[in-house]
């Protein structure tokens, strides 16, 4: 593997490797040979599920659903043209029938989940910010370190300055660990550009990356992220920019799917983010609003009237903000490891679920509030620090998470119909995954039926 300047080349998993799992030859291995071997009735057979764990249906589960999961012993997955067509039990017979499949993976009697899907990160920028640890261990207040030239600033710079393929490289290296943690789905931001070329550059390179890495990728503008250096003193005229020239141009470029705006006290108003938004909507964009992550400022109400598909962070949401994205089925995205890392409160998860709130966990990747890119991170500091359920963290990275992305009628789920994007976990069910921490647990990953980390047993 690389370093952060550039992508494995050769390894996923791959000869030589010491990670004891299984290898293929550092690509995804495509069911079916290059001939064309489309004959039988499934491309793959995963058997020999030990535990098959899913949320199910189509939309975010909230409340008590959020734990209603599906758990199935010693079971099987069709899958067909990277979709699953079928799930039974082995002692039906047809899950030992090889001869239905072309390929047939054996899952070792393990825990097979959906694939995971990461609904918030800001994963394509330039440069880094290690330096900045130092200082804030220091003690040294953000607001001093963003004067003193650091912080989102920083990166800001960083990323006007870097080429569109240097983007692109670090965004594939990215891509691949975040597919070796189970990763199989990630939303994506822009918000480090600033200016119209540098956020398209931005969204530019997502699209470049996914069309050339397995893993899903959904493209959010976020122009609204910071007010730059040189509009400091004329916000009006930034959000003007954003409004009649970055909206417009990432909506007839195809290059979004959404719109976020980071509103906060000292970045964008509530007025000020509604503004935003409103012009969003009306170019079809879906709407995500980060909101009370800092203070309440009544982000999480304003999501919920916008119609926002989500309001993200949420740590200082009260109880009426909350309600109103109950009634409005706005998914809170969660992200407990930017408060681990930050060693700040942690949004009130438990309260959101009792109040009928879909929650969705995702990691936040980004170089300065959080570096972890491991959903697995994210999995582990919820359940001991929202005190989430095994089975609520379990929905809050797959069904709620694809929900959160837009993508829940076609992802998130082990079911007929859905992409077949599973993960073959080091774990002989959910609670044992989530009690373990500190390694990766996945042992193997399946995006749309194409397998990631083992060699096929053929089935002929």
Avoid at 56 to 75: H, L, N, P
Wanted: charged share 25%; net charge negative; aromatic share 6%.
């Amino acid at each position: 593997m690389t370093g952060p300047g550039g992508r494995r080349t050769a390894h996923a998993h791959g000869p030589g490797c010491s990670c004891g799992h299984g290898h293929d030859d550092g690509e995804f291995k495509v069911a079916g040979d290059a001939k064309g071997r489309r004959s039988k009735e499934f491309d793959l057979l995963v058997v020999n599920i030990g535990t098959l764990a899913t949320p199910r249906g189509k939309a975010a589960k909230a409340g008590e659903a959020q734990a209603e999961i599906g758990v199935s012993k010693d079971a099987w997955v069709g899958v067909k043209d990277g979709i699953i067509t079928e799930v039974g039990s082995m002692a039906d017979g047809r899950g030992n029938a090889a001869d239905l499949a072309e390929d047939v993976l054996d899952a070792g009697g393990l825990l097979v989940t959906p694939g995971l899907v990461d609904s918030h990160t800001h994963m394509v920028f330039g440069g880094w910010r290690h330096k900045e640890l130092a200082l804030k261990l220091k003690g040294v207040p953000y607001l001093d370190i963003l004067k003193g030239g650091g912080g989102i600033l920083s990166t800001v710079r960083s990323t006007r300055a870097s080429s569109l393929d240097a983007l692109v490289e670090k965004g594939l290296w990215v891509l691949d660990q975040m597919l070796d943690h189970g990763t199989t789905t990630v939303e994506a931001k822009s918000g480090y550009g600033l200016t119209t070329e540098d956020e398209m550059k931005q969204l530019e390179a997502l699209a470049i990356m996914a069309r050339e890495h397995p893993v899903d990728i959904v493209p959010t503008f976020m122009g609204a992220h910071a007010v730059p250096e040189e509009y400091v003193d004329d916000k009006d005229g930034y959000i003007r920019l954003i409004c009649e020239r970055m909206i417009p141009e990432a909506a007839a470029r195809g290059l979004a799917a959404f719109s976020d705006v980071f509103c906060e006290k000292g970045v964008f108003s509530p007025a000020e983010t509604q503004r935003i938004c409103e012009v969003a909507k009306a170019y079809g964009l879906g709407v995500k609003v980060h909101a009370d992550e800092i203070n309440d400022t009544g982000g999480a109400g304003l999501a919920a009237g916008l119609g926002a598909v989500t309001a993200e962070h949420l740590i200082h949401a009260g109880d009426d903000g909350l309600k109103a994205m109950a009634a409005a089925k706005t998914i809170a995205v969660l992200l407990p490891c930017t408060s681990f890392y930050l060693d700040e409160d942690y949004a009130r998860a438990r309260r959101m679920i009792e109040l009928g709130v879909p929650v969705a966990l995702a990691t936040d990747f980004n170089p300065g509030s959080t570096t972890n890119l491991n959903l697995q991170m994210a999995m582990t500091i919820a359940l001991l620090k929202y005190r989430m359920r095994p089975e609520e963290v379990l929905t809050g990275v797959t069904l709620n998470g694809a929900a959160a992305v837009g993508l829940s009628a076609s992802h998130g789920s082990i079911e007929p119909g859905k992409v077949a994007d599973m993960v073959v976990w080091e774990a002989p069910d959910l609670d044992y995954l989530l009690y373990r921490y500190g390694t990766n647990m996945a042992r193997t990953v399946l995006k749309a039926g194409n397998v990631h980390g083992v060699e096929f047993e053929h089935a002929h």
